[in-house]
């Protein structure tokens, strides 16, 4: 199974963006699906996953601005981000077949795509 990101880059403070995320190969589509991010000097955490059983979790510090969609015909996972923040800084993970934001539990993750919040 390959994860590839893409989609990241540099934008204005209050400024969308949209990463998309593909999966080829096969995996169970069941778990979750979805996206962590690191900022430097900081642990990885989760930004939000949807899931095989319909459900969508978010970090509170995106919730209310940031979008995951899955298109599960595709394995791709879709990340549209509005109103970002300099906090959104990060190197975004798509990761696949897992559960919840534990990252222990995903078995394939992407390269990571940079999104830098900059004015």
């Known amino acids: 199974v390959q994860v590839v990101e893409s989609g990241g880059g540099l934008v204005q403070p209050g400024g969308s963006l949209r990463l998309s995320c593909a999966a080829s190969g096969w995996f169970f589509s069941g778990y979750c699906m979805g996206w962590f991010r690191q900022a430097p000097t900081k642990e990885r955490e989760g930004v939000a996953v949807?899931?095989?059983?319909?459900?969508?979790t978010y970090a509170d510090s995106v919730k209310g601005r940031f979008t995951i969609s899955q298109d599960s015909a595709e394995n791709t996972v879709y990340l549209q981000m509005n109103d970002v923040r300099f906090e959104d800084t990060a190197t975004y993970y798509c990761a696949a077949e897992g559960w919840g934001f534990d990252q222990t539990t995903y078995g394939y993750w992407g390269q990571g795509t940079q999104v830098t919040v900059s004015s």
């Open positions: 949807s899931c095989g059983d319909g459900t969508s």
